[in-house]
């Protein structure tokens, strides 16, 4: 049997197939790896994740900009789908951590930023308005993500954040497509396995380099 035969079959039985979020439509079945030359990787709800995890710069290197993915429609949610409202996005941060000044301010809508850990300074992002925010923090280096409406998370932030924290910020609750880019969000960092630290509602988060968590109100 064919390795494309096989894909097709076990798409067929439920095993693997295309993630898909509304009108979203993510090409699983088409993105090359290095591990499978044939580009065949499917994504599979059982923990497996085709999508490779951040590369994160050395000790001492120069933290990194990119721009963030795209999903196929340029939309974050279907047509007919009714996405969760901010406020019940919402989760309190707990003993947070003083507000640094200067607040950095990370990187610019439909990019993100990696940084080595240690890293001399606060890190985070701001001034999101109607976009979302994530600051991610693993153990070997951390990232900014300053998402747009149209952005694709779960190829953005890679496949497995598992041991990673991660605060979620912005958000326009007045604009439907904001929401339902604060809800693809939220499922992307589920799917990828990250510990969300908290999600608020301020136009900026981050976190010192004490480790301590904070939010831009």
Not at 145 to 150: E, K, L, S, T, V
Request: hydrophobic share 30%; aromatic share 8%; net charge negative.
């Amino acid at each position: 049997m064919s390795y494309v035969v096989k894909r097709l079959r076990e798409m067929e039985n439920g095993r693997a197939g295309l993630y898909s979020r509304g009108m979203n439509l993510y090409a699983a079945y088409f993105v090359p790896n290095a591990t499978d030359p044939s580009g065949m990787n499917p994504y599979v709800d059982t923990g497996e994740n085709m999508f490779p995890p951040p590369l994160f710069p050395g000790p001492g290197e120069t933290p990194v900009d990119s721009n963030n993915g795209r999903s196929i429609l340029g939309f974050s949610c279907g047509l007919f789908e009714c996405p969760t409202p901010k406020p019940k996005r919402l989760t309190p941060l707990n003993n947070p951590g003083p507000t640094p000044r200067p607040i950095p301010a990370g990187p610019t809508n439909g990019t993100n930023r990696k940084y080595p850990l240690p890293y001399g300074g606060p890190i985070g992002g701001a001034e999101a308005g109607p976009c979302i925010i994530v600051v991610v923090r693993c153990p070997n280096g951390a990232a900014v993500y300053h998402f747009r409406a149209g952005d694709d998370p779960i190829t953005s932030m890679g496949g497995n954040l598992a041991g990673c924290d991660a605060i979620v910020c912005g958000g326009d609750n007045s604009e439907r497509e904001s929401n339902c880019l604060g809800d693809t969000v939220a499922d992307a960092l589920q799917r990828n396995g990250a510990n969300v630290i908290a999600t608020v509602g301020g136009q900026g988060c981050g976190f010192n380099p004490d480790g301590t968590w904070y939010e831009v109100s």
